[in-house]
């Protein structure tokens, strides 16, 4: 595959409950049509000129290098690194990139640094033999593979995202999910409570909101949507005991919010939630 070369990697991310990310490839071969706020952000930067440019990504391939200069640099100001904001650390098609994630936090688990994953590809066994600190997870809008192929046309398929999942699950591994960015009805009709029922097993439940589509603001009471959806979220946690974290933005409603950060300390938190 094509590559590129870096002159940092290691940085602190402006992502609400995020620390430290890395970002070790160019674009993302997933081609999600939300649209994708990272690919928008690519575009207006002057980094790609199409879609197409997106969905052939090129890997950091002095990654591993400047990782070793910026480990002593930032170890001790390191709560936690995510792999990505802005790519997929384990995308579709790509084994190359599957391999440096893997190196990635093999090297930055040595260093006792917990290390937090988010994929819409295949979370492979191997990820077993890490440090038990670190989380992973996928993100997980529908359970309709259909529909997951309208807006997440080559990213890995729904049933096979979640069994990845469980089996790191199963060995005790820390799990979570990201139910964001969350359609209303008028894009897709679908049993929420269906959604969270496939995911009982997670630790944690991220849940946000659909932004930059047009059609979310054109549903009728898409805010009275997002308020009852998010309090579904809630109560779901609270009823099994897991965590949570409800993206800024996401409800309007001032007595949801005020329980919330009654309740839940992750709710205003901006870092790593286990």
């Excluded at 290691?10 to 890395?22: A, H, Q, R, S």
């Excluded at 997951?148 to 096979?160: C, G, N, Y």
Aim: glycine fraction near 4%; hydrophobic fraction near 35%.
């Amino acid at each position: 595959m094509n590559s590129i070369a870096r002159k940092t990697l290691l940085y602190k991310t402006n992502v609400e409950y995020g620390d430290y990310t890395i970002n070790h490839a160019k674009g993302c071969s997933h081609g999600c049509l939300y649209p994708c706020y990272a690919m928008l952000m690519a575009k207006r930067f002057g980094k790609i000129k199409t879609y197409r440019d997106w969905i052939k990504p090129k890997i950091v391939k002095n990654a591993l290098e400047i990782l070793e200069t910026e480990i002593p640099k930032y170890k001790d100001k390191i709560r936690s690194v995510q792999l990505s904001f802005t790519t997929d650390p384990f995308m579709c098609g790509y084994n190359e990139i599957s391999e440096m994630s893997y190196k990635i936090i093999k090297r930055l688990n040595r260093e006792n640094i917990k290390c937090t994953v988010l994929t819409k590809g295949i979370l492979p066994n191997k990820l077993t033999t890490l440090s038990s600190d670190n989380e992973f997870g996928i993100t997980l809008i529908t359970i309709k593979d259909t529909f997951r192929k309208e807006l997440e046309p080559f990213a890995s398929p729904m049933k096979k995202r979640i069994k990845s999942l469980y089996n790191l699950h199963k060995k005790g591994i820390k799990t979570w999910v990201s139910i964001e960015p969350y359609p209303t009805p008028n894009i897709i009709r679908q049993d929420f409570n269906e959604i969270l029922k496939s995911l009982e097993f997670v630790d944690k439940i991220i849940f946000g909101r659909l932004n930059y589509n047009f059609k979310v603001s054109a549903y009728k009471g898409h805010k009275e949507f997002f308020n009852e959806t998010a309090a579904k979220v809630i109560s779901f946690a609270e009823r099994n005991n897991k965590k949570y974290y409800i993206k800024k933005g996401t409800i309007t409603d001032l007595n949801i919010s005020k329980q919330l950060c009654h309740n839940s300390p992750l709710y205003s938190s901006a870092v790593p939630i286990f």
